[in-house]
Each structure stands twice: as structure tokens, then as C-alpha cells.
């Protein structure tokens, strides 16, 4: 459990950029909430109208404790309950590349929201490269700290692999940040080859065409 | 319409010093329509209330009782001497906290503690209503309670919280009343109720029924009881409240007074002791034509059936804001069923929270101590308080 939320110094940097793009006000689902951090944010600061949808039940709870609307779920078989087009932003932070299936959990966010946040970790990072080409075994990195075998994150991508997968589902991706280390680096061209080699992950703000 | 000071019980008081509470009086011009389309005319709702209701009268809570509860949920019972039956929940500095809030608890429509019920007297007769008392539903007591809230000139309610058949009310409240409630909290129930509900609520009827002292239902009038059934009921019934590993945890297989089993038909083992307790106790107390009632009125209970087969379209546009809990070893109740209700919620984007509790206490979790219960219960409110202006 966390401790009381006035406690919580800042919000972590990735999640303070995320914050930044929503508006006063908005409607917003935040898939994969987690302990309520960004949303507890959103509500105080921007009084936005937040749901959050979270797995595990010890988070759950702890939201709720704390006044957020937050169901247990997850992204892969609940989004599917959501009615079109409810929500201004529907939010998917660091999450995705756990999901069983990554294009379904998308196109669900771009339905059910008018535009999407997603935030991923980018394997095509020079030190994840480095590691493969060098040593040999699967990378283990700050951002990605498991053993190949324990790892959740079963659908792991690079920058580029998820502009493609962008791009499939009609989608346009209205702004990219890079993310490195624990800052945010700014604004990105998300289909240019620097990004892909040297951020440690990105925050995309998408829309349906 | 009149109110009385004291309703009229039918059981001798044996905390004669206890607030007894009070109890409107619903005279011939303000009959009460029933779902089995006859009218109930006159009748009455005996209610308790706890803290002070602010002057923008914005502070009420409405606590809706289960199956064998009754009014007295903060406060001793008059009947049995007993605490109220949720005051880890309800009072000064809990969550439901009565230095804040204005508590409304009421006896559901059909049942013994001073709302009218088959045991009163059919003033048509001049005999109690036994069988002749109309069949009502979770609906008619959520309509009664909503005639109360009127004669107590509280047009808006802050929540709405209930346990089982009063999280059963809670949702019929969201889905009859939503402009006039602004949050609603169902704790371990369902929005129907199941075949395996159902077929334990005939086990606890037949028993009652079979008993001699029932006299078809007459027993008043032959100045009899039928304390038998009636007590078998409720065994039957509180197994289901429980859980098997609680059961275990408690009983196992240890034996009541002695030291070998006795080879005869006495309880040889504490968890009969324990049952057979539980029926003594619950007979001086409840009605057995009561229990027949309400035990009938959540067999009819399944709110998406007023919504052609469609639960979310019971929430659609629903300005409330949504509280669901379920208890991980409630195996009448269970944590599916109390997700379908998120489900349905989900699918009109309604304002809903779900929490889990896990806990090996069963069905019977949501009267006990359970933390996470009363923190998730306390933070929801607080949000729902704040949200509404309220300090």
C-alpha cells in the first residue's frame, strides 16, 4: 500500500508529461492506473472527470480508498465493455507491452476516447541493441529490469514498431516525446531513426484519422 | 400522516430503555402501490436515525438493512439488548460517521420491527394480515422508503449503502431514484438473485411451513409459533452466510462438552451447538411469515428484467456515482456477480468503483471487522462529501 497521497512529492516525470496534454476538465480513462498517482494528479489539479482501470486489487483498492473511481480490470478483455467515444483522453501508461494483445487494446483506446496517450519503453534503445549484439543474452535494463523468463512485458517493441503499428490501425500520432533516463527529452519526429536509437522510451498523443 | 414516537414491536423489549426510534404512519391518502399491483393502505415504516441532518439538508444517508436486519444499526436494540448490527460501520468517527452525516435506517415493508408487515393487524379484519399481506418486492420497500424521505422532507440523499438485500435496495434506489441520491454503495450483493439463492430461500420456507405451529400461516390467531421451521431456516441459511474455511477455522471438528462423540442424536460437535444457537436466538426475534416475505421479495429480485434483459440500461445517463464491493469467500454473493453490476456500469460509462476484499469470512464479511471495507466506505464518501461541497 501507499502512504498518503500528500506525501508523494512530485509526479514521476514520464506521468507529469502525460499530465501536461490533458485539459482542464477532460474526461479521461487511465488503463493500468495503478496506485492512482497520475490520476489522483489529473483530478486534483485539472479537475478532470477520471476513471481508472487497474489489475491489481491491492491498487484498486487503495484508489478507491483515496476517492478515485477505479475498477479492477484489465486492458486486454475489459476495454471491450467501454461504449465509443466516452472519454476525451483514454491514458495507457507503460503498459502496453504487457498486454496480450497490443493492436486489439489500441484500436479499443481509440474507440472508446477521442485520442489516446500511450507511453512505451523503446527497445530499440542503443544500450538494449548494445547488450544483444555484445553479450549475448536478452538485455536487462533499468527500464526493463526482468529475467527473460519472469518478465510480463511479453510484447516488447521498438519506437518504430509501434509507429508501424500506429500507422495499421489508421491512426495519427499528433505528438511524440522522448523519454530518457527519468526525464522527458521533448518533442520527437517519431519516424525519424534518432529517437529510435536514443531514447529510452516514448510518449505518443494519438488520434483516429 | 402522523408520526409516532415509538413503533409498535411485536416482541417483548428487553432493553425497554433503548431509543426505540420512531415511525410514520402512511394514512388512506397516501396508500402504497405495490409491484403485485394492489396498494397497501395504511401503512407504516418505523425508522431510526442517527447525527443531525445540516441545515441544506445535504448530509442524509440512507443505510438499507439485509434479510434479517432491522433499523437499529448504530444503536442497542430494544428486542434483544444487542448493539446495532453495523456499528463498526456507522457512528462517531466511523466511516459512515454520524458527526458528519444525518444516518436514515427504516424496516423494509413486509417486515417485524414496527414497519407494517403480515404480522400486523389488516384493519379490514380486525385479524393479523398472516398470508393476506400482499407479496412485495425490493422495489416496494425502495418506494416505501422514498414515501419516508418525503414525510421527512428530504428531498436528496448523499448516499445510499447496504449489505446483501440492502445492497439489493441500493441499486434498485440507482436505478428508480437517480436524481434523488448522489452515490450509491452495494456491498457483497447482486442485481439478480441466483438459482442456488433461491433454492436456499425454499429450503428455509419449507421448513417453516412444514413446521405444525405454522397453521397455514395463522399461527397468531391459534396463539401459536412455529419456532421449529422458523429455526431451521435460519441454520440453513447461516451456513451460506459463512464460508467453508471459516467454518474449519473455527469448528473443525471439535466436539461441544465432551470429550467422545455420544453415539445418540444430541450435538456432538460445536458447529451443531453453534447452529443450533444461532436458530434459538433468531426465532425470539423475527417473524416466521416475515421471513417467508423477504426471503420471496429477493427470489423476485433481477433488476435487468425491468430492463428487457439489459442491466447497463438500468444505470443508462446515471448521474450517480457508483461504490461496489465484494468479499473474496461470499460464495452467495460472489465477486462475479458483484462484477457484473461493474460491467453493466461500465458499458453506460456510469462513475463506478470496485474493490475486492479478500478476506476467508464469507457472505457475513460486510457485518464484520474488515478494514479495507471501512477504508474503501470512508474514502468514497469523503470524495462523494467533498465532491458535493460538503466539509
Known amino acids: 500500500m501507499n502512504g498518503p497521497s500528500n506525501l508523494r512529492a512530485e509526479l514521476r516525470a514520464d506521468l507529469a508529461a502525460i499530465a501536461e496534454m490533458i485539459p482542464n476538465g477532460a474526461r479521461v480513462l487511465d488503463v493500468g492506473c495503478g496506485d492512482g498517482a497520475l490520476l489522483e494528479h489529473l483530478v486534483r489539479t485539472k479537475k478532470v472527470d477520471g476513471r481508472g482501470i487497474e489489475l491489481s486489487q491491492q491498487n484498486v483498492n487503495a484508489c478507491v480508498a483515496r476517492g478515485l473511481a477505479v475498477v479492477q480490470g484489465d486492458a486486454d478483455s475489459d476495454l471491450a465493455e467501454y461504449p465509443d467515444q466516452v472519454f476525451d483522453f483514454v491514458i495507457l501508461s507503460q503498459t502496453i507491452q504487457a498486454t496480450e494483445k497490443p493492436s486489439q487494446v489500441l484500436e479499443h483506446m481509440l474507440r472508446i476516447g477521442r485520442q489516446a496517450v500511450i507511453s512505451l519503453p523503446n527497445f530499440g534503445h542503443w544500450r538494449v541493441r548494445l547488450a544483444l549484439l555484445f553479450g549475448g543474452r536478452m538485455p536487462r535494463t533499468r527500464a526493463l529490469g526482468y529475467n527473460w523468463y519472469d518478465t510480463p512485458n511479453i510484447h516488447l517493441c521498438t519506437i518504430a514498431d509501434f509507429v508501424d503499428l500506429v500507422r495499421e490501425n489508421g491512426a495519427v500520432i499528433d505528438r511524440a516525446l522522448a523519454l530518457k533516463g527519468d526525464s522527458v527529452a521533448g518533442d520527437v519526429r517519431p519516424d525519424s531513426w534518432g529517437p529510435n536509437f536514443a531514447a529510452q522510451g516514448a510518449i505518443f498523443l494519438l488520434r483516429k484519422n | ?391
Open chain 2, 1 to 391: 400522516m402522523t408520526e409516532t414516537a415509538n413503533p409498535r414491536f411485536l416482541r417483548p423489549l428487553s432493553a425497554p430503555g433503548a431509543d426505540a426510534g420512531k415511525a410514520v404512519n402512511f394514512g388512506p391518502d397516501k396508500p402504497l402501490m405495490l409491484d403485485c399491483g394492489r396498494t397497501l393502505s395504511p401503512f407504516s415504516i418505523a425508522y431510526m436515525t442517527y447525527g443531525t441532518l445540516n441545515a441544506a439538508k445535504s448530509n442524509a444517508i440512507l443505510i438499507c438493512h439485509a434479510l434479517t436486519g432491522d433499523q437499529f444499526v448504530a444503536s442497542e436494540h430494544p428486542v434483544t439488548g444487542k448493539p446495532g448490527w453495523w456499528t463498526m460501520m456507522v457512528g462517531p468517527g466511523r466511516p459512515i460517521d454520524t458527526d458528519r452525516f444525518f444516518v436514515i435506517c427504516a424496516n423494509v415493508i413486509g417486515g417485524c420491527m414496527g414497519s407494517t408487515g403480515p404480522a400486523e393487524i389488516d384493519p379490514s379484519t380486525g385479524k393479523p394480515y398472516a398470508l393476506d399481506f400482499p407479496l412485495v418486492t425490493v422495489r416496494d420497500m425502495v418506494r416505501a422508503q422514498a414515501m419516508l424521505l418525503d414525510a421527512l422532507g428530504i428531498e436528496t440523499l448523499l448516499a445510499v449503502v447496504g449489505g446483501s438485500m440492502g445492497g439489493m435496495q441500493a441499486l434498485q434506489w440507482a436505478a428508480s431514484f437517480p436524481t434523488r441520491v448522489r452515490a450509491v454503495v452495494p456491498i457483497a450483493c447482486a442485481a439478480r438473485h441466483s438459482a442456488q439463492n433461491i433454492a436456499f430461500h425454499e429450503v428455509g420456507r419449507q421448513a417453516i411451513m412444514a413446521d405444525p405451529d405454522w397453521k397455514g400461516g395463522d399461527y397468531q390467531s391459534h396463539g401459536t409459533r412455529p419456532s421449529k421451521g422458523l429455526a431451521v431456516a435460519r441454520m440453513a441459511a447461516h451456513i451460506t452466510y459463512l464460508s467453508e474455511a471459516a467454518l474449519q477455522r473455527k469448528f473443525g471438528r471439535n466436539l461441544q462438552n465432551r470429550e467422545a462423540l455420544s453415539f445418540q442424536f444430541t450435538p456432538d460437535f460445536q458447529i451443531e451447538s453453534y447452529l443450533h444457537h444461532q436458530g434459538a436466538t433468531f426465532v425470539d426475534r423475527f417473524d416466521a411469515n416475515s421471513y417467508l416475505y423477504i426471503t420471496r421479495a429477493m427470489d423476485y429480485f433481477d433488476l435487468a428484467e425491468d430492463y428487457a434483459g439489459h442491466l447497463a440500461d438500468a444505470f443508462r445517463d446515471s448521474p450517480n456515482r457508483f461504490c461496489i464491493i465484494s468479499f473474496t469467500s461470499d460464495w452467495l454473493f460472489p465477486t462475479a456477480e458483484n462484477k457484473r453490476i461493474a460491467h453493466a456500469l461500465n458499458a453506460v460509462a456510469a462513475k463506478v468503483s470496485f474493490v475486492e476484499i479478500k478476506t476467508d469470512k464469507g457472505h457475513d464479511s460486510f457485518l464484520l471487522d474488515e478494514p479495507e471495507m471501512f477504508d474503501t466506505v470512508r474514502g468514497f464518501l469523503n470524495a462523494v462529501a467533498s465532491a458535493d461541497g460538503l466539509a
